[in-house]
């Protein structure tokens, strides 16, 4: 079940989270979480019901944002 865990205020989308269990690793940096799981981030659509997921599966927000500014 994705969790809000931030709002784009400037594009007034929420950001969601959801854990993945993966044997793959961060597709920005490259690294492994502890427990083994990766996050899928995805933004919600206009009609609030739906989401758009983002492509890769990251450790933290930061490497997801890295990517996807790139």
């Not at 993966?22 to 490259?30: L, N, R, V, Y």
């Amino acid at each position: 079940m994705p969790v809000q865990i931030s709002h784009d205020g400037f594009a007034r989308q929420p950001i969601s989270r959801e854990c993945v269990e993966t044997k793959e690793t961060c597709s920005w940096c490259g690294s492994k979480r502890k427990t083994g799981k990766l996050f899928q981030y995805s933004v919600e659509k206009d009609d609030g019901a739906s989401s758009n997921p983002i492509n890769g599966l990251f450790c933290s927000m930061p490497c997801m944002k890295t990517m996807n500014h790139h």
